[in-house]
């Protein structure tokens, strides 16, 4: 059963420091999102992207984040100066359709910002 | 501000017992729903959608819906020591097109052998 794959399970990093996140989307979806959990709070909606452009994002994407879709298969997660409270688990997901808007989600990449 | 709440729990049920797990929304105009298995550590694992009123069977689950109460269940029926986990309710927000979905916080689960 195909699955979304991330990539590295683990990150750690200096505050200050830029990382990207790597996501392999299920290869028919067309809709991909990135979220992220807090330990022990809620999974947080980040962003929304369909063909090739950013369809919605919460309050928590400012600017320090971005997403991109290099190619036909990866879809990354970029924050560009971390701070320690971006420690979290970010999920990707990925979706065939918006009408039934059932996501996938990935097995996610926990980060940790020190 | 829209909110998705949830029985934050622990619910602790023997095996074999109906796991019966409950979730409201805030916003009338939610159209799709779903429920979602998050074991410890792991990510969300998406169980049952269910978008119009009534019940909507998938094996030993139940998804049951009520529009006019807001209100969305998920029964486990013969429940096992592996159905413990977090179960994570989430709602699709009506406004224009809006995909994101919003989670509650979760109800954990335990089925005691």
């Known amino acids: 059963e195909p699955e979304v794959t991330q990539t590295p399970s683990h990150q750690v990093t200096q505050m200050g420091q830029e990382v990207i996140l790597r996501c392999v989307p299920i290869?028919?979806?067309?809709?991909f999102y990135w979220y992220r959990q807090i330990l022990g709070q809620k999974v947080e909606f980040l962003v929304s992207?369909?063909?090739?452009?950013?369809?919605?994002k919460s309050e928590i994407f400012d600017d320090q984040f971005s997403v991109e879709r290099p190619d036909g298969s990866n879809f990354t997660l970029k924050i560009r100066s971390t701070k320690l409270e971006d420690s979290a688990m970010y999920f990707c997901?990925?979706?065939?359709?918006?009408?039934?808007?059932?996501?996938?989600f990935g097995p996610g990449t926990r980060l940790t910002v020190l | 501000q829209k909110e998705v709440e949830q029985n934050s729990g622990p619910l602790s049920v023997p095996e074999g017992a109906i796991a019966s797990l409950n979730c409201t929304y805030s916003?009338?105009?939610?159209?799709?729903f779903f429920w979602y298995r998050q074991y410890s550590g792991k990510s969300p694992e998406l169980i049952m959608s269910?978008?119009?009123?009534g019940d909507k069977e998938d094996g030993r689950f139940t998804a049951q819906l009520n529009k006019a109460s807001q209100y969305v269940s998920l029964l486990i029926r013969d429940s096992q020591p592996s159905d413990s986990a977090t179960y994570l309710c989430?709602?699709?927000?009506?406004?224009?097109?809006?995909?994101?979905?919003?989670f509650g916080k979760g109800t954990k689960l335990t089925v005691n052998p």
């Open positions: 997901a990925s979706g065939r359709t918006h009408l039934d808007n059932e996501q996938f």
């Open positions: 290869s028919n979806h067309l809709y």
């Open positions: 992207f369909y063909n090739n452009e950013i369809s919605e």
């Open positions: 916003d009338r105009g939610s159209q799709s």
């Open positions: 269910i978008y119009s009123n």
């Open positions: 989430a709602v699709r927000l009506p406004q224009g097109g809006s995909e994101k979905l919003v």
